[in-house]
């Protein structure tokens, strides 16, 4: 089946500043995304803005305290549990608010299953790849967000090209074909206006280039991803995404370990 096209390609900008009017409804979300990357922002601050909004600080807690950060209810201050969890993994549940990612009905079918074995597969990949496996979580969970802002402005559409193309590589070049951008660039485009750090936005930006350094871990996760999803996949040779850096006996060891404990981040993540 083909997917059909629209007749003018999506406008980026419009999505951007619908998502800053978004903020002045979710105030709490939207200050924490600001503040988190500021220098001079302290746990105790973070903590205090936090408290503004008694359903994402349960959030927070509750990551805090699960098994995924070994602490296992030992966690019982909003400032302690920032603490454990760091200031980008905070931004990131806060852009997850401010984007409605936390409301499954508004996302693609396969969206969050993705995005946890992707940020779990980051997490337990980023020492091999000498990145800090707070921010590659971080990584991980926001890289789909580009599908999301998608699906949030195009549902039908988006969501026929979803069961249409179930092979990303694919699905990247139809969401090129039908919005002139396709969503892992809409991702960089998003967090580069956020503020995020440039290394993030380099990781998106570079995915699909295999000589590429920066895309390296991302493109692993997404192997990762692919081979636990339900949809048909055909194995992609992890040296080839990784310059050799990896083993598939490397590999297969952590893609029973995301199988195991991926839904419990997602539990953390969302409940």
Not at 34 to 60: C, H, K, P, Q
Not at 68 to 76: D, N, T
Not at 153 to 160: L, S
Not at 188 to 201: D, K, T, Y
Request: aromatic letters at 4%; a negative charge.
């Amino acid at each position: 089946m083909t997917t059909a096209t629209v007749p003018a390609p999506l406008d980026v900008q419009r999505i951007l500043a619908g998502i800053d009017t978004m903020a002045t409804q979710k105030a709490v979300a939207a200050q924490i995304v600001a503040r988190a990357s500021a220098d001079d922002t302290s746990a105790r601050e973070l903590a205090a803005i936090l408290a503004g909004d008694l359903a994402l600080a349960g959030r927070v807690t509750k990551l805090a305290n699960s098994a995924y950060f070994g602490m296992s209810g030992r966690v019982g201050s909003l400032q302690f549990a920032i603490a454990v969890v760091g200031f980008m993994t905070v931004r990131t549940m806060a852009t997850v608010a401010l984007t409605d990612l936390d409301d499954e009905s508004r996302l693609p079918e396969d969206f969050w299953p993705t995005s946890t074995h992707l940020a779990q597969a980051a997490t337990l990949l980023a020492p091999r790849f000498g990145e800090r496996p707070p921010d590659a979580l971080c990584l991980g969970m926001l890289a789909q967000l580009g599908s999301a802002l998608l699906h949030h402005n195009d549902p039908e559409g988006y969501a026929q090209l979803v069961a249409d193309e179930p092979d990303l590589p694919s699905r990247r070049l139809a969401e090129e074909r039908r919005y002139g951008i396709h969503a892992l660039r809409l991702t960089a485009v998003a967090l580069e206006h956020w503020g995020f750090p440039p290394r993030m936005v380099a990781a998106l930006h570079s995915l699909d280039d295999l000589t590429a350094p920066d895309g390296a871990l991302l493109r692993v996760a997404f192997e990762v991803a692919a081979r636990l999803s339900r949809r048909p996949h055909v194995p992609v040779p992890v040296g080839r995404l990784c310059g050799g850096l990896l083993t598939e006996d490397a590999l297969d060891l952590v893609v029973e370990r995301v199988r195991a404990e991926a839904e419990e981040l997602r539990m953390a993540m969302l409940s």
